[in-house]
Structure formats: structure tokens, C-alpha cells
């Protein structure tokens, strides 16, 4: 029976091989000596943290770091324990196994990232548990084996608390098979420079963006779909690079992404006509 490894991956993973300059990460804190240390003793991983400070970013630097190849699935609520172990798909007149993203990163000794964890359905989820315990197996009930992790692999994880409900979360189960590193925004002084750096922007630019930004995650309002993330900052930084004005580019990177309703958003156009307003 042959196999295809690797062609979901395609369609549910992307996959990152090591090489090439580290992919830029500013640490905060011990959050990368406690990865390594984990990752060195086969611990599996909980990144939790808002949406856009840079769980994703971390990851990739870490993987770069420890010489592994990095598997990342986006998880959302169609998302089968087939789409991440496998399925047989027909090839012309055969039918053959192919490994889904997390089976290919067993097999192959590579870090597994699944993004925004909690929006896959528990069903799914529950596949994790012996990848994620002392075991660091994968059963694969379909073809009848239990895959052990080759040497090199890695499980990683992350969410967002700020969207947990009753009915999105990680079961307890799950949480107590791994080792949790908790990130926030950075402080004033590393934002503006990661803003600099990633947006090409002047360090007076990019000090602006990040104190509107810090206004935003300030205000108390059911109107706002996420606060301002560093993503967000960059993303007009890099709009501003290309010669937008300041207000425009906070008009489309952060306000417009940050919320649907009409009064929130003209109340989000006056902060920036405040903080952002262009010298006289």
C-alpha cells in the first residue's frame, strides 16, 4: 500500500525548514530557555496569549534555533482528526494512505504547531493526548499502528485566553500534559523597536503607533473584537513606510480590523486624531 507523505501538509500545514537567518523574535522574558528546556526533556507545549504578540513568531524562531523543521496547522472548527493523522484518498484506481500534518511530523521528527488549538473540536483534540504524555505516541486506528515520535519532535500548542467559553477551551486533560508559557505585549521600549525593525519605520513612527496602541488596550468596550496588537501596529507602520499618512494607515491597519460597530469606530478615528495627529 503506497504512501503520499507529506500531501496533507500541503493542504492542512505549512511547513517551515530550518536554515536560513533566525526568524526575528525579541524575548520578553525566560520564555526561550523554558521552551528549549522542555523541548530537550520531550515536553509538550502551551502558548497562551492574545491575538498578534507573537506566539507564531516565537515558535518559529525556536524551531530555527533547535535545527527542527516546523509544521504549523491553523485549527477552526471543521477541523478532523483525519485532517490532522490522515486519510485514504483514491489515486486513479488504487486507494492509499496519505499522513496528515501531525502523523508527518511524528514520523519525521519535526516541531508540530497547532495554531489557535482550541478552535478544533475536542474530539480532535483528544488525539493529542498520548503525543502529549510520556507515551509521545500517535495511534492511527485506521491503519491498525501506533506511531512512535522519532527523535526530534515537538508539540506545540497556543490560544488565546481572551476568546475562551464554556464551549471553546482546552479540556483539563489536556492542559496538565503540558508546559505552559504565558506572553503579553511587550513593554514600550521593545515594542517600538519591534515595530521599527519589522515595519522599516523611524523610531519616532514607530513610538507613536505603539502609544496609540497602548491607548486602545486601555479602553473598556464590548465594541472592540480584540484589543491592538503588536501585528497591528505593524501593519500600519508598514503603510506609513509606504507613504500613507499616519492616519490613514491607522484608519486601515488598526481600526478598521478592530471592530464592525459604527459608534467604536468613530471613537477610535477621534483617538487617532489625537495621537496621531499630523505636526502642525
Not at 525579541?26 to 522542555?38: D, I, P, R, S
Not at 481572551?162 to 471553546?168: A, E, F, I, P
Amino acid at each position: 500500500m503506497p504512501q503520499l507523505p507529506g500531501e496533507l501538509e500541503h493542504r492542512n500545514g505549512a511547513t517551515c525548514i530550518p536554515g536560513g537567518e533566525r526568524p526575528y523574535y525579541q524575548a520578553l522574558g525566560n520564555e526561550e530557555a523554558v521552551f528549549k528546556a522542555a523541548y530537550r526533556q520531550g515536553l509538550s507545549l502551551l502558548l497562551k496569549g492574545p491575538t498578534g504578540c507573537g506566539k507564531t513568531r516565537f515558535v518559529e524562531a525556536m524551531a530555527h534555533d533547535l535545527g527542527r523543521p516546523l509544521i504549523t496547522v491553523a485549527c477552526h472548527d471543521d477541523l478532523t482528526t483525519a485532517d490532522l493523522v490522515g486519510r485514504y484518498l483514491l489515486r486513479g484506481d488504487e486507494t492509499v494512505w496519505v499522513d496528515g500534518p501531525l502523523s508527518h511530523a511524528v514520523r519525521e521528527g519535526a516541531i508540530c504547531y497547532l495554531d489557535e488549538v482550541v478552535e478544533a473540536r475536542q474530539d480532535t483534540t483528544v488525539v493529542l493526548h498520548p503525543l502529549a504524555d510520556h507515551r509521545r505516541q500517535l495511534p492511527i486506528e485506521r491503519l491498525g499502528v501506533t506511531l512512535d515520535a522519532a527523535p526530534g519532535f515537538g508539540l506545540v500548542v497556543s490560544y488565546n485566553p481572551g476568546y475562551q467559553s464554556v464551549l471553546k477551551d482546552l479540556k483539563d486533560s489536556t492542559r496538565q500534559r503540558m508546559v505552559a508559557i504565558d506572553f503579553g505585549f511587550p513593554a514600550t521600549e521593545v515594542e517600538e523597536v519591534i515595530v521599527t525593525r519589522e515595519a522599516s519605520v523611524t523610531r519616532s513612527v514607530a513610538a507613536e503607533l505603539v502609544r496609540f496602541g497602548q491607548a486602545v488596550r486601555r479602553l473598556e468596550t464590548g465594541g472592540l473584537r480584540e484589543v491592538a496588537s503588536t501585528r497591528v501596529l505593524i501593519a500600519a507602520g508598514r503603510l506609513v513606510a509606504e507613504g500613507l499618512p499616519m492616519r490613514d494607515a491607522a484608519l486601515a491597519a488598526i481600526a478598521g480590523p478592530l471592530t464592525d460597530d459604527a459608534v467604536v469606530s468613530r471613537g477610535l478615528a477621534e483617538m487617532i486624531d489625537i495621537y496621531l495627529a499630523a505636526p502642525a
